[in-house]
């Protein structure tokens, strides 16, 4: 799950292109506009259409083989969109078909240790520290031949397009993050919170344990299933919804990927020595100058002004809260989501 960069809360890509785009996307109407700005409406109307994207798509790129989903127009401009943990390509099964309608190609990987991507190597280090899951992206880019996207996503995702926003940020058009800054610095992760704020990280606790990493190896069906209740609970999802995410899960690599990810974070699991330079980079919490939207749910808390991130953001930007939305932002809210990528290719 993401958090701030203070960790101070508790559920917390021309003109004429976007003219085209606004022209196409049914969604920029102003009814449509005034549904967002008024919350959870035009999300819950919206949300559900699609389920599943068809015959996905697979290729080597870097140290993996990743699995993934493509529509919209080859020659449009890219998009790339971000899953985190526990979701998965499906929290944009109604976001990339919106936005494959107004031209975009638009690109939905796995990420390392989930659905159909695969370690091309078995001596590959399942290894979850924070630069190398951006790096995963920049290949996967490489490899379909992509030199600049707008790349979005919440949770790990949100964390991996502001990764690649301030150090690569020849190859980000825009992005849009939700819950904003999500950088990690492993110093400000060393510094302890009240009470009320750490019992909302209390899988990151848990995960810290070798019963930990048994019970969600165990568990994780049941346990992934909870996290979505606690983290968005204004979603009343069925179980349909869920199993075709929950089927990701069954990747050899997940429960590695995922108990390294949370390690780290608290210093608890070292990464590789190739990537500290990176990661220092990382850790001075640098500045993302591309234009970006950073979006807030009700899963942010007091945190949903931004205020807390708005100085990390030195490009053109702009920030937006949506009431009764949870922490899967593009599957709770996809109208909004794929609006936000609109705009933000527009700024």
């Known amino acids: 799950m993401s958090e701030t960069i203070d960790r101070g809360r508790r559920r917390f890509c021309g003109t004429a292109a976007m003219t085209m785009a606004a022209a196409q996307f049914g969604m920029l109407r102003s009814a449509d506009a005034q549904a967002v700005k008024e919350g959870a409406a035009d999300g819950a109307a919206r949300r559900g259409t699609n389920t599943s994207f068809g015959p996905l798509k697979q290729v080597d790129a870097g140290l993996l083989s990743v699995g993934y989903a493509e ?127 750490e019992y909302g990280w209390w899988y990151q606790y848990y995960f810290a344990t070798e019963r930990g990493r048994a019970g969600y190896d165990k568990y994780r069906h049941e346990f992934n299933k909870l996290i979505w209740k606690n983290v968005s609970p204004k979603w009343h999802f069925d179980d349909a919804t869920f199993d075709r995410t929950a089927a990701s899960f069954d990747n050899p690599d997940h429960v590695a990927i995922v108990i390294h990810n949370y390690r780290w974070r608290l210093g608890l699991a070292k990464g590789e020595s190739r990537y500290d330079e990176l990661e220092q980079k990382l850790f001075k919490g640098p500045v993302i100058s591309v234009p970006a939207i950073t979006i807030a749910s009700d899963f942010d808390g007091p945190g949903a002004d931004g205020s807390a991130y708005r100085k990390k953001f030195s490009g053109k930007y702009r920030h937006q809260i949506l009431e009764g939305i949870g922490h899967n932002v593009p599957q709770e809210a996809p109208q909004a989501f794929a609006k936000a990528i609109v705009e933000v290719d527009g700024l």
């Open 71 to 197: 529509v919209g127009p080859a020659t449009g401009p890219a998009v790339v969109l971000l899953h985190g943990w526990p979701y998965d390509i499906h929290s944009y099964v109604d976001v990339a078909p919106l936005l494959a309608s107004a031209g975009y190609r638009v690109i939905v990987p796995y990420l390392r240790g989930y659905g159909t991507t695969r370690f091309r190597s078995s001596e590959t280090f399942r290894n979850a520290q924070q630069s190398v899951v951006a790096l995963d992206v920049i290949a996967l880019m490489d490899a379909l031949e992509i030199r600049k996207a707008i790349v979005a996503g919440f949770d790990w995702g949100a964390r991996t397009a502001d990764i690649m926003a301030a150090l690569w940020p020849e190859r980000c058009k825009a992005i849009v993050s939700v819950s904003g800054y999500l950088i990690t610095s492993l110093e400000a992760n060393m510094q302890p919170l009240p009470p009320v704020a």
